[in-house]
Every structure is written in structure tokens, then in C-alpha cells.
T-cell receptor, first 113, second 113 residues
Framework: EDQVTQSPEALRLQEGESSSLNCSYTVSGLRGLFWYRQDPGKGPEFLFTLYSAGEEKEKERLKATLTKKESFLHITAPKPEDSATYLCAVQAKWDTGRRALTFGSGTRLQVQP | ETGVTQTPRHLVMGMTNKKSLKCEQHLGHNAMYWYKQSAKKPLELMFVYSLEERVENNSVPSRFSPECPNSSHLFLHLHTLQPEDSALYLC????????????FGQGTRLTVV
């Protein structure tokens, strides 16, 4: 069974205080690992896809990295508008028959001015 | 319109009512999904449709009945729901091959009274 564990559950940062969110995963045959941002009452917004260990992706103040067991979402000099819940999800290889994403519980990030 | 559109955004229904949730995607994708998001819990996969055929059914009670008439539309028919079914219901779509990240709609906030 695919499993995704995110930590911490909640994180409060001061504006400009960099930090990292962790996503540990177990999946037999990784097709891809995905990061999403979700604002309250809205659907998740796609951020990144990572396919293989060692891969990195960047977007503005966010940088996602991947190893064989975990992924990190690094937030550099965050701003209040970065406050949201960040979700990690994994997808198994297509030939396993498991086509949908398995999500973690998310990290609720609050950035204070 | 672009992206994934869900209607209605909010729904309050009694336990004896019958209602339907609608999802439409304008991304040219060939897979569509229903997820349930309850407070403090990870997104739970309900159904997956691939090329209009249901390919995954995650042990969802029969009071939830999906319908996928074509690759752009997905419905979730609801009847005799329970209060514990109150949640945010999210529709998503993706490609089957290549870049397979899922894109989500804004969700339907369902309250069962």
C-alpha cells in the first residue's frame, strides 16, 4: 500500500525566515511525486512534479527536491502570501493498475509579517 | 473557460434528498477523479475514470454513484447521505501518459443535515 507522511503538521514562520517541509513516502514503483498548494476552501493548486531521485524543481521562493525515500519543499525568505497548506502526493507506475495520487495530510504553513 | 470547473460550489442537503455534483474539464485530459477531503484527513480517492471507463473504486458506499458520459464531464450522484458524508468533494483530471499531474477543481462544499 502506498503511504505518504508529511511533517511538520503545522509550521509558523516569520517573514523572511527560510525553512523546509518534509514528505516521506513508500510506494512500490514510483511514477512521480507531486507538490500542491491548497488555500482554505479551495482545490489544490499544482506546484511541481519530480520523477527521479536527485531531481530538483524551483518556482519563485519554492524549491522541491527528491530522494529515494523523501522529498523536501524548501521555502526561501517566505512572505505572508505563501501561507497555505502544502500537500505531497505520490503516483505509482501505470502498469501497477494504481492510477490515482495518494496524498499526505499536508503541512499548514503560516507566515507572519 | 479553462481548467476544471465544479458546480455547485456549496450544497446543503437533507438525508433523504437526491442531488448531483458536476465536474467539467477543459484541458483535453483522458482521466478524471473524485476525491473526498474531510477535516484533518488526507484527500481520499473515491473513483477513477480512464477513457470513460471506471478503473478504480475505492470501497465507496453505494449512496455515492459516479457517472462519466464523456472524457470532459464527470458527475457524482448523491442519495440518502449521512451527516458524516459532509466534506469538500474535489474533482480532478489528468493525462494517462506523459505528464500525469492532476489538476483540481475548486471543490463542492457539501453539508448533510
Amino acid at each position: 500500500e502506498d503511504q505518504v507522511t508529511q511533517s511538520p503538521e503545522a509550521l509558523r514562520l516569520q517573514e523572511g525566515e527560510s525553512s523546509s517541509l518534509n514528505c516521506s513516502y513508500t510506494v512500490s514503483g514510483l511514477r512521480g511525486l507531486f507538490w500542491y498548494r491548497q488555500d482554505p476552501g479551495k482545490g489544490p493548486e499544482f506546484l511541481f512534479t519530480l520523477y527521479s531521485a536527485g531531481e530538483e524543481k524551483e518556482k519563485e521562493r519554492l524549491k522541491a527536491t527528491l530522494t529515494k525515500k523523501e522529498s523536501f519543499l524548501h521555502i526561501t525568505a517566505p512572505k505572508p502570501e505563501d501561507s497555505a497548506t502544502y500537500l505531497c502526493a505520490v503516483q505509482a507506475k501505470w502498469d501497477t493498475g494504481r492510477r490515482a495520487l495518494t496524498f499526505g495530510s499536508g503541512t499548514r504553513l503560516q507566515v507572519q509579517p | 473557460e479553462t481548467g476544471v470547473t465544479q458546480t455547485p460550489r456549496h450544497l446543503v442537503m437533507g438525508m433523504t434528498n437526491k442531488k448531483s455534483l458536476k465536474c467539467e474539464q477543459h484541458l483535453g485530459h483522458n482521466a478524471m477523479y473524485w476525491y473526498k477531503q474531510s477535516a484533518k484527513k488526507p484527500l481520499e480517492l473515491m473513483f477513477v475514470y480512464s477513457l470513460e471507463e471506471r478503473v478504480e473504486n475505492n470501497s465507496v458506499p453505494s449512496r455515492f454513484s459516479p457517472e462519466c458520459p464523456n472524457s470532459s464531464h464527470l458527475f457524482l450522484h448523491l442519495h440518502t447521505l449521512q451527516p458524516e458524508d459532509s466534506a469538500l468533494y474535489l474533482c480532478a483530471s489528468s493525462q494517462l501518459h506523459g505528464a500525469t499531474e492532476a489538476f483540481f477543481g475548486q471543490g463542492t462544499r457539501l453539508t448533510v443535515v
